[in-house]
């Protein structure tokens, strides 16, 4: 079965300063693996996706992430944050294997990013 | 909006009430899922419906009963729930044959006293 970790609750960054949230995963097959961004009292939004190609990838408000096979990672990267960058961020992944039960999308416990000014 | 359209968007029901979460999208997606969003936890897979069709249920307890009429709708029919039960409840929808993520809703915050 698939699974995402994502090992830190909170990062703390300054604005300005380059950003990093951490996301390592297991699935059985191939990867395809997201990240969402949820502001308060919403639901969550589209960031960006792997499923082949590139190993770095470029989404929406600046944001990358970058593929790692060998340490199964996807973490999520920003050079320079914004207070506004302030969220909770989930990364998921699905088995590019499987239809069914099996692809389906499944979450990390989320981190909560806090920018500073 | 997201084309994925949840009402309502917070519910405070008593444990002997029965209530209903309603889901509708707007995006010709074929397939559905309600998710259970608790503080400090993985967001939690309740139930998967592909063309209509209930494809998993990952142990939900059975006062949570969706129901899927169509392919536009969804719902999640509560009852006798415990204080346990308040929490996030998150709609989302896919075109499940393509590889892309999920298009979810505002969700409804559910609240059980």
């Known amino acids: 079965a698939q699974s995402v970790a994502q090992p830190e609750d909170q990062v703390n960054v300054a604005e300005g300063n380059p950003l990093t949230v951490k996301c390592t995963y297991s699935?059985?097959?191939?990867?395809?693996l997201f990240w969402y961004v949820q502001y308060p009292n919403r639901g969550l939004q589209f960031l960006l996706k792997?499923?082949?190609?590139?190993?770095l990838v470029k989404g929406s408000y600046g944001f990358e992430a970058e593929f790692n096979k060998s340490q199964t990672s996807f973490h999520l990267k920003k050079p320079s944050a914004l207070v506004s960058d302030s969220a909770l961020y989930f990364c998921?992944?699905?088995?590019?294997?499987?239809?069914?039960?099996?692809?389906?999308?499944?979450f990390g416990k989320g981190t909560k990013l806090s920018v500073k000014p | 909006e997201t084309g994925v359209t949840q009402t309502p968007r917070h519910l405070v029901m008593g444990m002997t009430n029965k209530k209903s979460l309603k889901c509708e999208q707007h995006?010709?997606?074929?397939?559905m899922y309600w998710y259970k969003q608790s503080a400090k936890k993985p967001l939690e897979l309740m139930f998967v419906?592909?063309?209509?069709?209930?494809?998993e249920n990952n142990s939900v307890p059975s006062r949570f009963s969706p129901e899927c009429p169509n392919s536009s709708h969804l719902f999640l029919h509560l009852h006798t729930l415990q204080p346990e039960d308040s929490a996030l409840y998150l709609c989302?929808?896919?075109?499940?044959?393509?590889?892309?993520?999920?298009?979810f809703g505002s969700g409804t915050r559910l609240t059980v006293v």
């Open positions: 989302a929808s896919s075109q499940f044959s393509e590889v892309g993520g999920y298009t």
């Open positions: 699935v059985s097959g191939n990867p395809y």
């Open positions: 792997y499923i082949t190609g590139d190993n």
């Open positions: 998921a992944v699905r088995d590019g294997n499987y239809g069914g039960s099996q692809g389906n999308l499944i």
């Open positions: 995006l010709g997606h074929n397939a």
């Open positions: 419906y592909n063309f209509k069709e209930q494809t």
